[in-house]
């Protein structure tokens, strides 16, 4: 297939995170091909083009949009841009991959999800904590009944970044500017890998106060905040994130209670994925390795992959960026939905951010609403409502 053929791509947000596509779309080449690069940073940009061996490069989204001649937009640039600039990819027909978080308003998850219905485009959030080795592995004996009936889970995103809110500084509104979950999706996401057909229908959340300080003296959102979850089943999930506290970070750790199994994720380097599951652990006081599973049960699939990327390394969260990216573009190129699709991605944020009303209403249990509800016309200015 020659580049002509080939799936187009235009990443914006090329000279940040969009930097770390390009080990993925290495393993597809004649099928998909980096067309055009846009940034706002100037100086970057050569770079980000050579990069990606991109035909074209813009400081401008639209410009690329309209003079780009892509089939794929990767939108990489900072969270508030994202439905936005979702929208106006679906609204040309494109296919879009969205770094998290895909909005951060509810009545922009209704707008994202509005113009995705109509779209002839494909939309798949970029969660890539759904591609960890370890979260793979677990979701196959999820799927095999090891774990029986699964009740429980909880998840944290523990990662300081006060300094980089100076470098970066849309964090300081986005994630570190207001109360409750603002960046929820690798602690959820996993979580409802492992609970499929399931999604959070209420929420409630609290928060530890303040602690710290940014340099001009304005209070960070609450150091810490616990989201609890109730999932349509009667699950039960606990997801904390702190991105303010002192401390070295955990990004991310996972644990999963089912009837028959459970699993906990390390907190250090130096410790294991522990995992004990009734069919093959005899003693219920011995956790096994969760890797010595790995030889057995991994999915054939991402081995094959992974061990295909070996020569490239596997840059970019240990090659998880790279798997996620791979199973958007297969998804596409097999004319399949992409696997976190539009609903999914909004299962994985509106819990988030029903908490940040939750903690405006000293800590009430809301209701979370299902996408899967909203028509094409529900992105209509006005018809929002938790
Ligand atoms: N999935 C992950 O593991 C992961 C990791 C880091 C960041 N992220 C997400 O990736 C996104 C970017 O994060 P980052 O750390 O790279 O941020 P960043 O601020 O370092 O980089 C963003 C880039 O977007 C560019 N940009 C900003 N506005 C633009 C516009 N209107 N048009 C074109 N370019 C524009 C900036 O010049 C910059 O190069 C965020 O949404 C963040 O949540 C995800």
Known sequence: ???????????????????????????????????????????????????????????????????????????????????????????????????????????????????ARQSTGQYMLAENCNYTRQCLLVEELVRQGLFGSIYYAEAEYLHEVRDLNERTKWRRRWQTGIDGITYGTHALGPVLCWMPGERVHRVCCAGSGHHYEDPRGDNYHQDTHVMLAQTEGGGLIKIRLDMVSTRPSVTTTYQLQGTTGCYESARRADEQDRIWLTALHDEPQSWGALADLEEQYFPTHWRDQLAAMADQGTEGHSGSDAIMSLAFIDALLAGQPPPVDIDRAMDMSLPGLVSQESMRTQGAWLDVPDSRQWGPDSGQLGTATT
């Open 1 to 115: 297939m020659s580049r002509l053929q080939a799936l187009h791509i235009g990443i914006v947000g090329a000279c940040g995170r969009g930097r770390t596509f390009a080990t993925a779309l290495a393993q597809r080449p004649g099928q998909v091909c980096v067309q055009a690069v846009c940034d706002m940073d100037a100086d970057a940009l050569p770079a980000a083009r050579d990069r990606f061996d991109a035909a074209s490069c813009f400081q401008d989204y639209e410009e690329m949009l309209s003079q780009g001649q892509l089939d794929i937009v990767v939108i990489a640039t900072p969270m508030h841009l994202h439905a936005q600039q979702s929208i106006q990819a679906l609204d040309a027909g494109l296919h879009v991959l969205c770094e998290v978080t895909p909005a951060v308003s509810v009545e922009e998850c209704r707008q994202v999800v509005s113009a």
